[in-house]
């Protein structure tokens, strides 16, 4: 089926451990971002980006980096994790059309992430 | 900056009740807004949007009119089913400096009895 495709599910990390978070496309969209939720806060935009050689901060950027060297896929690394990255992580993805994002996004199922 | 809030929750109600989430936000210019819907265990689901005032996003019962003047987009479903027990999120995108940015409330749970 299309749609946005995450891995792990679930995931348990020591702290100082680096790890890399999947996500895949296959709706040839333009636009891909990380999301992080968390219990009250809603969810917190990481990084995104706008096409394939293209990324930029979000607000809740530190202790991540990103890359994006195709269309389909936008890994998220944890480059030294802290229990303070324990969180749910979503991947989205949307078309960028002319006036916006009227389209809405398509997100992942997420990635439950337990730094220990 | 942009911001939306959403009422508190948990929201419980018993089936065929009337539901209202209230949603209010600020941004600047004209921002789409959408409420998306959480199951448990699972990710974020589309549920309705609206583009530009007065629109009404409708989708499985769940109405909402992005209402300019207020800063609002209230989400109403008329009689609610077992099913329907979920978080709910209201969300919006603006353009500028905040371009593609999702901007979310932070949730409110609904839990609904038989």
């Known amino acids: 089926n299309a749609g946005v495709t995450q891995t792990p599910k679930f995931q348990v990390l020591k702290t100082g451990q680096s790890m890399t978070l999947q996500c895949a496309q296959d709706?040839?969209?333009?636009?891909m971002s990380w999301y992080r939720q968390d219990p009250g806060m809603g969810l917190r935009l990481i990084h995104y980006?706008?096409?394939?050689?293209?990324?930029d901060q979000g607000e809740v950027p530190n202790g991540y980096n990103v890359s994006r060297s195709t269309t389909e896929d936008f890994p998220l690394r944890l480059l030294s994790a802290a229990p303070s990255q324990t969180s749910v992580y979503f991947c989205?993805?949307?078309?960028?059309?002319?006036?916006?994002f009227g389209y809405g996004y398509t997100f992942g199922s997420g990635t439950r992430l337990t730094v220990v | 900056g942009d911001s939306v809030t959403q009422m508190e929750g948990p929201v419980t109600l018993s089936e065929e009740a009337f539901l209202t989430i209230n949603c209010t936000y600020t941004?600047?210019?004209?921002?789409?807004l959408f409420w998306y819907v959480q199951y448990p265990g699972e990710g974020l689901q589309l549920l309705l949007k609206?583009?530009?005032?007065?629109d009404k996003g409708s989708n499985k019962g769940f109405e909402a009119t992005y209402r300019k003047e207020t800063t609002s987009f209230h989400l109403e479903k008329g009689s609610v089913q077992v099913s329907d027990s979920a978080v709910y999120f209201c969300?919006?995108?603006?353009?500028?400096?905040?371009?593609?940015?999702?901007?979310f409330g932070q949730g409110t749970i609904l839990t609904v009895h038989p």
């Open positions: 941004a600047t210019g004209y921002p789409s």
């Open positions: 989205a993805s949307s078309y960028i059309r002319t006036g916006g």
């Open positions: 709706m040839n969209h333009e636009y």
């Open positions: 980006s706008v096409g394939a050689g293209i990324t």
């Open positions: 969300a919006l995108t603006a353009g500028g400096t905040s371009y593609g940015k999702l901007t």
């Open positions: 609206a583009t530009k005032a007065d």
